[in-house]
């Protein structure tokens, strides 16, 4: 059921943890923080908490074996932007991993921009050795978020995501899907090496098939789903075969415009070559 699709999808995923911590605030604004350890490296990003869902005098402090590397105010896009920890704990922590293998952890920043199903983002300060000094990147995730993994078992963690440029593209939010992404953090940049792991676009790719399906018989076009699932097949370099059963599967009036907006999409996104 759609339902269900849903709620696996999101398993894990920061913008659920989040939106199942959010309460009204009726006290006075007062401090917390969110720390997190690994070897000599601790964080902690401090912040007043709010009133009126505003998180103010948000900083985040870095030390290096006691000493005291990095302390600023974080560059939050607007004061309703939440801090946010716990990924994959119960309780609140920061994440300070090593991201790309070079035996230096990074420390990552989350945050939630409030909403009903919007926006994460995260923050990822990488310690350069000859400088001395933190460097910062900044990752978006839309409405979803991501995961830690380490598909390979070879030490370097990716980050499992969503294409969330998909989401109302061609139905509402609620009915949208999103193909797979795959990222991993390589000395201060993010790469898309989603296209390395062509059994998981694989499963993906079939799940989303398999919901179309389902919706389908409940009365939904499914166009969000067929768009998803179109964009995974042309990340396995079968787009051919992905059109040739969308093709069979669309057949309602305004088709012929779907296929043309679908296919100016799947460009634009660069999917399709």
């Known amino acids: 059921m759609l339902k269900n699709f849903f709620a696996v999808l999101s398993q894990s995923f920061i913008g659920l943890a989040v939106l199942s911590q959010i309460a009204v605030f009726t006290q006075p604004s007062s401090a917390a923080t969110i720390v997190g350890e690994s070897g000599n490296v601790r964080a902690e990003i401090s912040y007043d908490k709010p009133e009126e869902y505003q998180y103010k005098n948000v900083r985040l402090q870095i030390s290096r074996t006691g000493k005291v590397v990095l302390d600023q105010k974080l560059p939050q896009e607007s004061e309703y932007d939440r801090p946010v920890g716990g990924i994959y704990e119960k309780e ?55 995961r830690f993994q380490d598909f390979d078992k070879d030490g370097i963690i990716e980050l499992e ?75 396995l370099g079968q787009g051919e075969d992905g059109w040739k059963r969308v093709r069979q599967a669309y057949t309602k009036s305004d088709r012929a415009q779907y296929f043309a907006d679908l296919r100016k999409f799947l460009r634009e996104t660069g999917y399709m070559k």
Request: aromatic share 16%.
């Open 161 to 235: 995501s969503r294409d969330d440029r998909f989401a109302y593209s061609f139905t509402a939010y609620a009915a949208s899907a999103y193909p797979l992404q795959i990222w991993q953090y390589r000395q201060g940049k993010m790469v898309d090496v989603t296209r390395r792991y062509p059994k998981l676009i694989y499963s993906h790719a079939s799940e989303l098939w398999k919901t179309y399906t389902e919706i389908r018989q409940q009365g939904d076009d499914g166009k969000g789903f067929l768009a998803a699932y179109l964009a995974d097949k042309y990340l």
């Open 92 to 146: 609140e922590k920061l994440p300070i991993l090593d991201l790309d293998g070079d035996k230096e952890p990074e420390v990552i920043a989350d945050f939630f921009t409030g909403g009903a199903h919007c926006c994460t983002y995260s923050l990822i300060y990488r310690y350069d050795k000859k400088s001395q000094k933190y460097t910062q990147i900044r990752q978006d995730w839309g409405n979803g978020a991501y």
